[in-house]
């Protein structure tokens, strides 16, 4: 590892009454989770994760899912302070931190009081490849086409030198999490919050409602937006998170 996993803001961590681990969706790092940070409670800790090629840790490789899965349970285990940790994880970051939490509760019982799945279908089964065929990860032209249907690629950098640096590490992670089914089993221990922009094409109501599968407790909320909330929506998506912080008392 050549960089740190995570990126601390907000409330100092040790004093906090709620810790925020957000992992991001493909491609991006800690840097994404700027402007969602301005918008939580100030007295909340926020911990962005930053998953290997990108940012500080630009020359490790993505791994697979597995090794995404380690790393996040890793940084999850490493941060500081004790407060109840609610997992925050958006589009691809929310297929890791499914599993994530997962592991983290077979391990480390208790440490997670909460999960939060944005702009993520549940993972029982895989968007609707007669609305759209899923990405190639291996055909960047088509990586490149993918982003820039669903509002993650403006125009105007469609062909950016920084862009053909990210395309491979956006790949990797698409790569990563495009197959992968979770069977019900083992169920998470804690509440679920479902949150989605309401004219997100990825993540109509059928898809959303296998989510309850994951959980005994499942809230599934919609807010105004499509599929990049984090990137469009981050005051709204913060407001949301904070709106429903009940489901997890």
């Known amino acids: 590892m050549t960089g740190k996993p995570y990126a601390l803001g907000g409330a100092d961590p040790a004093t906090a009454p709620l810790r925020v681990m957000l992992i991001p969706h493909a491609g991006a790092g800690a840097s994404s989770a700027l402007v969602f940070r301005q918008h939580l409670p100030q007295d909340w800790a926020l911990a962005a994760i930053r998953l290997p090629g990108r940012e500080s840790r630009i020359r490790e490789a993505v791994p697979d899912l597995a090794g995404l899965v380690a790393d996040v349970v890793a940084s999850a285990r490493m941060l500081p302070g004790r407060g109840p940790l609610l997992v925050v994880g958006v589009c691809s970051g ?5 599993e994530a939490v997962r592991a983290l509760q077979d391990t480390d019982p208790g440490l997670v009081a909460g999960f939060v799945a944005v702009s993520q279908w549940a993972l029982n089964e895989q968007p609707d490849a007669a609305a759209r065929p899923p990405a190639d990860p291996d055909d960047y032209a088509d990586v490149r086409e993918e982003l820039r249907a669903y509002g993650a690629l403006p125009d105007s950098i469609a062909d ?11 790949a990797g992670d698409m790569r ?10 083992p169920a998470l221990a804690c509440p679920v919050l479902v949150v989605a922009g309401d004219h997100d094409p990825l993540c109509d109501e059928d898809r959303l409602a296998g989510w309850s599968l994951y959980s005994k407790t499942t809230r599934q909320v919609r807010v105004p937006g499509g599929h990049m909330l984090l990137a469009e929506a981050p005051a709204q998506l913060a407001g949301c998170v904070a709106a429903n912080l009940d489901l997890f008392r």
């Open 94 to 98: 929310a297929v890791v931190g499914l």
């Open 160 to 170: 950016d030198d920084m862009l053909r640096t990210y395309l491979p590490v956006i």
């Open 176 to 185: 990563a999490v495009r197959d992968h089914y979770a069977a019900p089993e």
